[in-house]
């Protein structure tokens, strides 16, 4: 089944809340000092990423790995579940994907993306799902910035490279929300590599993906009738 749909940002725990969710609730005093620090610190983490993912990477080493702060979060899922529904989110974890997703009821909470950070974002989708067809072994999916900018001029949504600052802002805010990660080297630099991580199938649908090639193939008729 394809996951659910549901992108939003992360906010700011207030001080009070937390205070009185840990006098609260037992279950967190039961945790050693070690843990409750690493609570924290994850609750700040996936108020600010939104996703959490099971997948990590050394690109030095070109070694994949499990995440230590998802397995710690899964483990403490209902813990963490508690405390987020007092601030209006809620939090779900689909482990076919290897995914923890950040929800919330409060409108103002949801990410707009300019165009162009919608479009790199729609084209990441189209690459994943092709690369991930030709893979038989794992579903690690890598990208230069040069492939990612071919494909879109291919398409036909850029007729030229974009501004390089405007791509490091556009990667930059798609990586905030996991939905890449970057090897060495900048955001702008054509061979730079980036992984393209799961999230991105939870914020854009195959059915989006439909519209968005019937959009494609509409404008490029457009253009040849001209």
Same mark, same amino acid.
């Given at each position: ?69 998802? /397995?710690?979060? @899964?483990?403490?899922? %209902?813990? +963490?579940?508690?405390?987020? *529904? ?6 779900? !974890? ?31 989708? /189209?690459?994943? @799902?092709?690369?991930? %067809?030709? +893979?038989?072994?794992?579903? *690690? ?6 492939? !990612? ?38 955001? %702008? ?5 980036? *992984? ?31």
């Amino acid at each position: 089944n394809e996951p659910r749909n549901d992108f939003r940002a992360g906010g700011i725990y207030s001080l009070d809340l937390m205070l009185y969710f840990i006098n609260k609730y037992e279950n967190f005093e039961k945790l050693s000092m070690a843990e409750q620090d690493n609570f924290r610190r994850i609750v700040n983490y996936i108020l600010g990423h939104t996703y959490l993912v099971v997948d990590d990477y050394d690109f030095t080493n070109h070694v994949g790995r499990t995440n230590a702060d998802y /397995l710690f979060a @899964e483990r403490h899922l %209902e813990l +963490l579940q508690e405390y987020l *529904q007092y601030a209006g989110y809620s939090l779900t !974890v689909d482990r076919n994907y290897g995914v923890i997703a950040l929800g919330s009821i409060h409108e103002g909470s949801r990410v707009r993306f300019d165009k162009l950070t919608t479009l790199i974002l729609y084209t990441l989708r /189209l690459m994943y @799902e092709e690369e991930r %067809e030709k +893979l038989s072994l794992s579903d *690690q999916v890598f990208v230069t910035t040069g492939d !990612v900018i071919e494909k879109m001029l291919t398409l036909g949504t850029i007729d030229k490279k974009p501004a390089d600052q405007a791509l490091r802002k556009s990667f930059g805010q798609l990586s905030r929300f996991q939905i890449v990660r970057k090897g060495s080297g900048s955001w %702008e630099t054509a061979d730079t590599q980036m *992984q393209i991580l799961t999230p991105i199938l939870f914020i854009v649908s195959n059915e989006q993906i439909t519209d968005m090639h019937k959009l494609l193939d509409e404008e490029m008729g457009s253009d040849d009738g001209e």
